[in-house]
């Protein structure tokens, strides 16, 4: 539960809209909502900084689509993540967004954006990853720049966009293949910097593991690396790094 | 090259207390200086935010020597990790300080601390990698306060020190064995959080991989992981987000 | 085949309605029936505790509809796991049930239930895995409770169960991805506890090997460790120790 | 904290022989005790069943002695594994036995046993893993029976020995190579299970992980596995078991 | 090119029934016959016991047509090994038989049986690769029998099959899962035991290598591997020990 | 972009054919064209002797085909590796070629071909990798041999080519299972030899990793190696060698 | 215990030198005789061909002693693998031997050799494996030839072995690095070969592995493949082979 | 045997000072002359271009000695690769020069160099093998230059030695840790590429895996790999290319 939506229930008892019984009713939902299959922890924002996000891989139709129902009742925004365009289709949530390349459906994206998270990728390829990153810095409320396509094969496309690194707070570098990209670029910045490995490649990319091993053993040191294709992950950090009081 | 050692140099020019022959003769160094077996890179702290580190581990003594003169010789500072106490002894300068649980020898630490790095770990095995990450964040000119063996068999002794996440810009938790600890202080807080998988552990942990996979697949979005047993890692990127602007 | 089927073949003998030769027919499979490309150990029950089990995944439909027919005529009972809808549809067994999400049929549960199983989830995705294992122990003759999705990103919804814990004998916890549900509730009680890990997660989840590696490494000593998503192996131990004597 | 130390404390406050100051100041410690490098959790016996056991490795000898010293004014008794002979001889503390071939240091044994507890071995090279078991269960209060080298390369040793399976609640099987043996004693008994891989073999049993995998995989549901080498473990989670109530 | 095909050759020569002119051109075959995608090794059988035989899996069907047509002009006789019915159908040859549990296509099997292997199963879903062993032994000459699902979960099956030892002069033995069972058998027998793992099991059985190792790891000595699901090499290795002069 | 490419442009400049305006919109792509999801490295092939290719596996077909008319219209030749016959047919360019077994597109190979290139494969299933890297060898303007299933179960096959490693200024050798044909070849000559495992085989193949690892640890020492499948690189490498100046 | 033991004994009793109480006392250890940490099974040589072997690698000294005496005690007559010089001093039994190169101790072997077993060595550091294969063969009773050091490289010196083939009945191939030999070897005899991996190598080699899969894998079909440095092994089965009836 | 060799035996013959017989005697070695634990390939330089190299590792300095002596006498050159400097001065042959860094002996290099080998390493600790591969191909004949810590941490250094990249014909690129340089480097030239994977790292460094595995995966096609730390490699196969005709 959003802080404001609290705060929203509280105001409403003091100027009288609300019965106090309403209000408890309401707020008893604090602790979590149980759906027996799932518990909801609509306080989950306010006490990390990001809300509960629905996973829809793993979960039935079923079950992602009354989950999403359950939290925008409460909060009438959510998140579903690595979703298809049927779970979409059927959601019939006025002002639902669905983000094709990530596969990510928003409701309620904070309007106000602050701060910056750059977002670059290695490949063409990397792009649906960066996706997911970047709508999930987006819908937190960062202020968000990409930029597709610079990997270290072509250095001249990388350092043409360097004016980029120093108008960031944040940087997140996706890439497969060897993931070099990301000591090459944290080798000209100190913003901090967020790896993401993508399972782009063959053979011996193992799927991603390669370019995860290749950035958490960056010559430069102190690259926070997240899981195989998780841009979601990357996203949630960027906002938390770029929000840091 | 640190950038009040630059302006220092230009200061001289400018008051006449060195001659501009002198003055290119420092500054000329600033690409990097070639000792042959190495190329010290002595303004990528200028670049990066973080001065170039000697990784003791896998150089000759004779090399680290080397270097570490080369370097306390532009800038008056430098660390060196994974050091024994013999290089300490063998290093002969005025200042140094060995850091024997972490093999830390640091000079000319910066003596403005600012912000609030808070170190956790999981048992009392993983207090070496907690030290490499706090005496690092230190050097660099953060504030940290740690806090150890507070691991998730026995979750009073962590919650007993929620007052201290509350107080941090950043949290580096370190653990080895499962892992958990991460998950569980996530759960807890909407600062940044790093995480340092070590070595501790038999059987299944497999140096550290355990610990670090299990990491990477937190289910609290957006934490950032490094390579096992890097404190060094974690404290650089503590600092730069502590620092960000 | 069961005590108490054997008990009822020599009470039929002694009160007149078995003859002798029918009784030796009856009793001479107590090796085993050979079907040729099966032989079924009818007294696999009274040897271990738990009757031979029908594992559908790699044997043709045939195959388990001839194997379940055979066990049938001798005990009544059976248990096919990892089956289809369509096994059970081809089946026409009276009695026998279909439970979907875990993918168990059915026939002859011991209606008798003793003791207490309870088993925990720590997300929805784990549920078929959970339902496997509830399944198991209820056919056996456990009693069983459950809680699903109670992980440890908000400690609160566990926190709240925590009166399920005392009242169980043996505890099942079922976790994907980082696998530290069980360290945690392992924290939290002095039954015996059962750790199952789930295919759940992606990237450096592998499948659910980083939660068994994870489990195995728990930082609380004496968690029992299942096989990857083997509900029905946790459901068996539970209710052998639900029964222990 | 024991049980029994809580309840001599209250009783002594009942009976005057300790004032409410100074029954507050013991119990106080109740939480756990900080040491800095270590919390120590004193209560664990109380919430586990297991008080809390220094595992030796990775531990400076220094703060092994001092954990384990503070263990002992609490309570009278303590477990540390996997500790050297050295550690042994610098503890000074009365009653303290070493246990070569497990490298364990017991004070305070339970020493009213109950249950019964069955340990067996494939081999001879197998025994310091099944003794770091037995002295564990032992220790806690279980009774204890061991048969060591009845491998399934000679199955009529282990034939030899079924009278034991019957008198067993519990039965521990340690094994490395292959891990056979665990499916084979599974096959003939209805007593739970517990299944120990050892890191005996070479080339790819992997240092246990095959026997682990195999164990993970047998054919008779329901078995227990440990960690590799963790003979504490079983002995653990054996008492456990062995005093269910 | 078969012995007795070059003998056939040469006495059409010596009878009159074939020109020399003629036999200089089937015989000029003997080194390789090129198809240009292929190069058949007519006079394998001449070299090394067993002639060239067509893996289907990973070549088009219309290569695996031209091959056999080949092979059936120079000798008559072939094997086909992971071969789907609709290559049969395609095949067109008379007297080819298509083994369905096996995938195996063979025409011209060696009629003459002699010596005696017998193939064993752990289980029903392994039955696909032990008649792959033994159609193949059949096909090169062997004399062969099948003993099915004697699994080390129940002995007595496989203690009731004993008899079957003494007669034969060769064991394969075909497992998944734990792949326990060459080692029971290895502890009962003094035949050369070959060891087929199969990728039947789940979880960390990961697709048959925990079989695989554990039979390499079989506290009896001296058992022969094969890799996963081979039984068309353990068929040839067996009819090589089972007619070794 | 391509040197001749260059030289046209500014050719036509002198010869008054073109506008130096429109001569420096030519050319002002040099660095790269950016489609936003690509930056086309058009002067790629001056850099690096090889252009830009299109690895089709992960980009959506549009991307390939807006990746490819942009190409085209900078140079008049491109290539697409791992393509369908469906990108094909939508593609829409004359003159462009579909390599059907190896799934190479290409367009405006250079006719002019130098040195000698020898492409070897152990067997018919590794002809599609084969036929990827000598397709684009000749694209880049090598001339090409191939010598297919010469694998060494059948040495004489290999012996009897032994004359075409004579005339060949670099061999490439294909081969999956356990990969040792390199070795035997780089027995038998003083050539530059590249290794380009296949993902043939099963089991523990590993989809190409043993071969790979054999071809790593071939006892003929300075053998190039490739990722699995990768016929690509080792038509780049094989014309790099083979044009060396 | 040995037949012609059993037979001894018996006969004894036949001609009286033996009373049958003497005689019963001698034979009632025929199941096993119990050292307590070890369980002799005398008879294995009876059941199994091969007798109970010691592997001293993974026991104390003393226990090696102890097996090593009780088993000379019945029969005369053992084997000790991995056993270093120290423990051959220590044993101080008449004519005892020492084989340095494979760390053999062998009391007794079988003077009456029959048959043919042939070793081959890739290389000079394969030797010590292939010496342990060769020691075990001609221990149990196989006469035993050597040729060492005809890796692929040099493909000549293999071939101007062949006629050593030619006379065995089975061929022992010992390689480490890519594991060529045994499928080179294969494509050239009729005769069952075993292949035996070595941990010679560095890199990728990965301990022998890569030597393990390759052979696992090889394109000659049935070859018998053992552990790394399971010379041991190969020596037991090869004379299994070599002495199949 | 190096091809002057014979030349000069058959140049003794035709002017006499060499009889026919003893000529022959000289020339009969060309095969391979026999150690028993080592068949030595004297005329390996005239069939594979690289005369047979001494891997002292995993072989008894006995041997060492032995081998690199009769090389001495039949062709007044060798090169033994990781030798220690004990082995080097029991060898006490004239000429014979110690490398110390990368532990190598070298007698009789070829004096005439030709060609332009360059040598980079991304840092000081992979200097050890970047000499090796310098040494190797220097004794080849090649002409090599070497440039040090060119890491791409600070991509400034490698810009700098750009010229370096005209003048060579081949370069070798050494990395350890994420293994990104030879992708930079690859970037920026047309020259085939070797890149020789180190095991400088930690952790998931996994000792050099995840360089070698970025380095085939490379995003520049068509760079040469090799083994880990495989220096030597690295020379013979630049010296094949740099000598390539």
Redesign the interface.
């Known amino acids: 539960m959003h802080y404001t939506q609290i705060k929203k229930v509280l105001d409403a008892v003091k100027t009288g809209t609300l019965s106090p019984e309403d209000a408890a009713e309401k707020l008893k939902h604090l ?2 909502e149980d759906l ?4 909801l ?1 609509h306080h ?1 924002h306010l ?4 809300p ?2 629905i996973f829809a ?3 039935t139709e079923k ?1 992602v689509l009354l ?1 999403a129902q359950a939290m925008y009742k409460r909060s009438g925004r959510f998140l579903i993540t690595r979703a298809s365009e049927k779970v979409y289709r059927s959601l019939k949530i006025k002002g639902a967004e669905f983000h094709a390349a990530s596969g990510i459906i928003a409701v309620g994206s904070d309007t106000k954006k602050s701060g910056n998270v750059l977002v670059l990728t ?4 990397d ?1 649906p990853v960066a996706e997911e990153a970047a709508v999930t810095a987006m819908f937190l409320g960062s202020s968000v720049h990409t930029v ?10 990388l350092m ?1 966009n360097r004016d980029a690194f120093k108008k960031a ?2 940087i997140i570098v996706v890439a497969g ?4 990209l990301p ?2 670029v ?7 910097i ?1 790896a993401v490995p993508t ?32 841009g ?6 960027a ?3 770029n929000t ?2």
């Not at 597709?148 to 496309?157: E, I, M, Q, S, T």
């Open positions: 602790p979590y027996s299959f799932a518990k922890d989950r006490r990390q900084g990001v509960e996000v891989a793993g979960k079950q989950i290695a490949g063409t390829s792009i597709y396509d610079v990997g270290v094969a072509g250095l001249h496309r043409d707070r944040v293949m060897e993931g070099a000591s090459v944290g080798g000209m910045t100190d913003r901090p967020i399972s782009i490649g063959y053979g011996t990319s193992f799927g991603g593991l390669t370019a995860l091993f290749a950035m958490l053993n960056s010559c430069v040191p102190g690259i926070a690396v997240m899981n195989i294709d998780n979601f992950g990357a996203g949630c950090l906002h938390r790094i840091v009081r």
